[in-house]
């Protein structure tokens, strides 16, 4: 199977690393699911919308990293996932709660 066949997950898209991620595996010839928070803010998507082979090859996909279950038809058929996306939250009262119960619906 060749790269044009296979298909990647780039979670936290936008984000610095994973926009350059992006950019590495659109230049390699993979089709690229890319999850960001909002798919239709220009501000966030642009960047990624303006690479080489993004037409072709890139689908932004909304996705909430703290919404149990949220991933798993993103992912569903892709050979490998790159899972780069991280929750913004500035203070936790209960950081368990907050963080760790919420992740653990990625895994």
Not at 56 to 65: S, V
Not at 66 to 77: A, H
Not at 89 to 94: E, G, K, L, Q, V
Request: hydrophobic residues 45%.
């Amino acid at each position: 199977m060749n790269a044009a066949e296979k298909v990647v997950c780039v979670t936290g898209a936008s984000g610095y690393v994973a926009s350059w991620l992006v950019k590495l595996l659109l230049q390699r010839g993979y089709t690229v699911k890319a999850t960001v928070r909002d798919p239709n803010d220009p501000k966030k998507t642009q960047h990624l919308l303006a690479l080489e082979g993004a037409k072709e090859r890139l689908h932004l996909l909304k996705a909430d990293l703290l919404e149990e279950g949220c991933f798993d038809s993103i992912v569903d058929g892709c050979h490998g996932v790159f899972h780069t996306a991280s929750p913004v939250i500035f203070s936790a009262n209960d950081p368990q709660d907050q963080f760790l119960v919420k992740l653990v619906g990625l895994i």
